[in-house]
């Protein structure tokens, strides 16, 4: 999320960030040309940075 904060000056929008990262951390048990074409994993990813804060609220720190 706070790459794609800063997406005036790095380019790294939320879509970009996705697209480089989706198919790592959401890879098909099986890989096949059709899955490997899908942007499902992107748009997934993407969901998840754009709406990081309502996904993760802050919680606040541990008491011990």
């Known amino acids: 999320r706070r790459v794609a904060d800063h997406a005036s000056v790095n380019l790294m929008t939320p879509t970009n960030i996705a697209l480089v990262l989706g198919p790592t951390l959401v890879r098909p048990r099986v890989e096949t040309p059709e ?29 011990y």
């Open 35 to 63: 899955t490997l074409l899908r942007r499902s994993d992107a748009r997934f990813v993407e969901m998840l940075i754009t709406h990081y804060d309502e996904l993760f609220p802050k919680r606040p720190p541990l008491q």
